[in-house]
Nanobody, 120 residues
Framework: QVQLVQSGGGFVQFGGSLNLSCAAS????????ITWFRQAPGKARELVAT???????SYLDSVKGRFTISRDNAKNTGYLQMNSLKPEDTGVYYC??????????????WGQGTQVTVSS
């Protein structure tokens, strides 16, 4: 059994910072890609940032230069550092990870979601 547990998030004023964590636990052989998504009220879920097991990262254009995705393989944890937050960053943030409990058998797992609210 594999679980992703998110922490962080909350309420912050315009220009503030938050750090999200996504910790994987259970029977883990390997974690390939870790991705952060967000969903604002009434909008579709969008990909915010992704990082590969080779530490290659990519970002949604609107967060480039403000957000940083990282991972700690020893802790099976992914992070999303969010700086210079704007009201349009408000939404529920979800982490997703491709995790193998056995060699080559990767499956997609989701965190429970965490609310981020940025006031103007």
């Amino acid at each position: 059994q594999v679980q992703l547990v998110q922490s962080g998030g909350g309420f912050v004023q315009f220009g503030g910072s938050l750090n999200l964590s996504c910790a994987a636990s259970g029977n883990i052989f390997s974690i390939r890609v870790i991705t952060w998504f967000r969903q604002a009220p009434g909008k579709a879920r969008e990909l915010v940032a992704t990082i590969t097991d080779g530490d290659r990262s990519s970002y949604l254009d609107s967060v480039k230069g403000r957000f940083t995705i990282s991972r700690d393989n020893a802790k099976n944890t992914g992070y999303l550092q969010m700086n210079s937050l704007k009201p349009e960053d408000t939404g529920v943030y979800y982490c997703n990870a491709h995790i193998a409990s056995n060699p080559g058998d990767f499956r997609s797992y989701w965190g429970q979601g965490t609310q981020v609210t940025v006031s103007s």
